[in-house]
C-alpha cells in the first residue's frame, strides 16, 4: 500500500535560517506529492504540490522537487520566518479516481527570533 | 467564497452520548471527505461523497459512525455510544471531480470523558 515518510520533529531554526524537512514515500504507480500546513488551531492548507517527476513546485518561497528515483519530496526554504511556525505534512495521492490521499506524521517547526 | 466551513469548533461530551458534526463545503465541489486527526498524526481518511452518494468508507469508520450528504451540499457525521477512543479532530475538506487538490476546513474538535 501507499505511505509517507516523514522526518521527525520538532525542527527547532532561528530566523533566516535554512530549512528542509525530509519526505519519503511508498507508492504504486505514479502519485501526486503534496505539502500540507497546518498553523495552530486551523486546518490544514495546501502549501505546493507536484504531479509527475522532476516537477518543482514552489510557493511562499517554500520549495520541493518530486525525485522518482529516490521517491522523495523534501520540503526546502532558504530564510525561515518565525511566521512559519507550524506544522508541516507531506502527502501522496493515487490518480485513480478518488484521490484520496495518504498523509505523513506531520514535522513541527518551531523558529525563534 | 468562504471556504470549507465546520460546526462546531469544539465538542466536549460524557462517553456513551451522541454527538453530531456539520460540514459546509466550498459550494461548487461536488466531493467532499472525512478525516480524523489524532495528536501527533497525520489526517487518517474516514469516507467520501461525490454529491449525494457515499463512495468509499474506511475500515476505520465503525458501526458506530454515520455519515450523510442529503442533498450534495453539507454533510454530517454522527458518532453513537462515544468511547474515549473517539477524541480527536475531525476535518472535513471538499474538492471538485476534476481536481486532486483539496480545501480543507477547521476542524472539529472532539473530547470524549
Known amino acids: 500500500g501507499n505511505s509517507v515518510t516523514q522526518m521527525e520533529g520538532p525542527v527547532t531554526l532561528s530566523e533566516e535560517a535554512f530549512l528542509t524537512i525530509n519526505c519519503t514515500y511508498t507508492?504504486?504507480?505514479?502519485?501526486?506529492l503534496f505539502w500540507y500546513v497546518q498553523y495552530p488551531g486551523e486546518g490544514l492548507q495546501l502549501l505546493l504540490k507536484?504531479?509527475?517527476?522532476?516537477d518543482k513546485g514552489s510557493n511562499k518561497g517554500f520549495e520541493a522537487t518530486y525525485r522518482k528515483e529516490t521517491t522523495s519530496f523534501h520540503l526546502e526554504k532558504g530564510s525561515v520566518q518565525v511566521s512559519d511556525s507550524a506544522v508541516y505534512f507531506c502527502?501522496?495521492?493515487?490518480?485513480?479516481?478518488?484521490?484520496?490521499?495518504?498523509f505523513g506524521r506531520g514535522t513541527s517547526l518551531i523558529v525563534h527570533p | 467564497d468562504t471556504g470549507v466551513s465546520q460546526d462546531p469548533r469544539h465538542k466536549i461530551t460524557k462517553r456513551g452520548q451522541n454527538v453530531t458534526f456539520r460540514c459546509d463545503p466550498i459550494?461548487?465541489?461536488?466531493?467532499l471527505y472525512w478525516y480524523r486527526q489524532t495528536l501527533g498524526q497525520g489526517p487518517e481518511f474516514l469516507t467520501y461523497?461525490?454529491?449525494?452518494?457515499?463512495?468509499?468508507k474506511s475500515r476505520l469508520l465503525s458501526d458506530r459512525f454515520s455519515a450523510e450528504r442529503p442533498k450534495g451540499s453539507f454533510s454530517t457525521l454522527e458518532i453513537q455510544r462515544t468511547e474515549q477512543g473517539d477524541s480527536a479532530m475531525y476535518l472535513c475538506?471538499?474538492?471538485?471531480?476534476?481536481?486532486?487538490?483539496?480545501?480543507f476546513g477547521p476542524g472539529t474538535r472532539l473530547l470524549v470523558l
Open positions: 475538506a471538499s474538492s471538485s471531480t476534476e481536481q486532486e487538490t483539496q480545501y
Open positions: 507508492a504504486t504507480g505514479y502519485p501526486s
Open positions: 507536484a504531479t509527475k517527476a522532476d
Open positions: 502527502a501522496l495521492s493515487d490518480r485513480g479516481g478518488s484521490y484520496i490521499p495518504t
Open positions: 459550494s461548487e465541489h461536488n466531493r
Open positions: 461523497f461525490q454529491n449525494e452518494a457515499q463512495l468509499e
